[in-house]
């Protein structure tokens, strides 16, 4: 018997890293899948190798127009008319290639260095180059599009006095990372809408709890360079990067009856990055 038997999980941002493998990890275990992603090729993709081209949906949305999610939600209301699992999973990392190839720039000169006399005199000077399209456009994915699929969750979920809510949010929202205040913003804001909305929906039956992973490898941490990973697996007690297995095992967790008494909780899988 799987721990998801006859539930059906939709999962935005499922056709890349830590989303495919909670799709994969979640079909596994008896759940049906709706993939979402912005390109329906893509999540139609991760639908196939959980075996369920059929009975699963592949819906192309982008999470932070909340008209797409509308229409994404009306979908899954059309085919299934109900929702057990929400993961809200969609995010960018650092994707303005300037930002990133500076960013990688400094921490490298940083770590040379800390090397030579333990002062660091390179400054980032990441927020102030910080343009308001790309401040906008990842608040806009990570935190509006966590708000519009939630919103539009709960209307099934509500009615039908049942579901869990993962929202996946990151160690960058509890400790704030050098280089990254858009994203460590959204993220603290994951973390602030989870323990607000949790409370108010656990009277209709709705769990609402966050994830928020240290550094896994995936795709979106591909584009840290070898001297800035090196520094952080050395941050890292175990020594190690996560890989999506570890998140999709907690988000399994959590989507499961197993957690019928954590209520709001950010739980954080990150080799012991941040200890608190
Ligand atoms: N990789 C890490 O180290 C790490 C750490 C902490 C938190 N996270 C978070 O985990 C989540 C998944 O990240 P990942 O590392 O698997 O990255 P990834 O780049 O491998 O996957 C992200 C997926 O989200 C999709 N996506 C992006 N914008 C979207 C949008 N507007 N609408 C719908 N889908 C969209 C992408 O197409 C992609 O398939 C993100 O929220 C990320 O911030 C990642």
């Not at 056709?15 to 139609?44: H, M, P, W, Y």
């Not at 399209?133 to 979920?157: P, S």
Request: glycine letters at 10%; aromatic letters at 6%.
């Amino acid at each position: 018997m799987g721990r998801l038997d006859g539930k059906l999980a939709l999962v935005t941002g499922g056709a890349s890293g830590i989303g495919r493998s909670i799709c994969l990890n979640f079909a596994k275990e008896g759940a049906t899948i709706i993939c979402n992603d912005i390109t329906v090729e893509a999540a139609q993709k991760v639908l196939a190798d959980c075996g369920q081209a059929k009975e699963g949906l592949a819906v192309k949305a982008d999470v932070s127009k909340s008209r797409q999610v509308a229409a994404m939600f009306a979908k899954v209301q059309k085919k299934y008319g109900r929702l057990d699992v929400l993961v809200n999973n969609a995010g960018i990392g650092l994707d303005n290639p300037v930002i990133r190839a500076r960013f990688n720039k400094v921490l490298t000169q940083q770590q040379g260095e800390i090397a030579k006399d333990g002062k660091v005199r390179t400054a980032l000077e990441a927020t102030q180059r910080l343009s308001d399209a790309d401040w906008d456009r990842m608040l806009g994915v990570h935190l509006n599009g966590t708000f519009y699929c939630t919103r539009e969750a709960l209307k099934l979920m509500e009615p039908q006095r049942s579901g869990k809510i993962v929202n996946i949010a990151s160690i960058c929202g509890m400790t704030g990372c050098a280089g990254a205040p858009h994203y460590s913003a959204a993220k603290a804001g994951i973390m602030g809408f989870t323990r607000s909305v949790a409370r108010e929906v656990i009277v209709k039956g709705v769990f609402v709890n966050a994830i928020a992973p240290g550094y896994i490898d995936t795709p979106m941490t591909e584009a840290v360079s070898d001297a800035v990973r090196r520094a952080l697996e050395m941050a890292t007690p175990a020594g190690r990067f996560g890989s999506p297995q570890d998140v999709a095992n907690l988000a399994l967790y959590l989507a499961s009856g197993e957690s019928d008494f954590v209520v709001g909780q950010v739980i954080s899988p990150n080799g012991g990055y941040v200890i608190a």
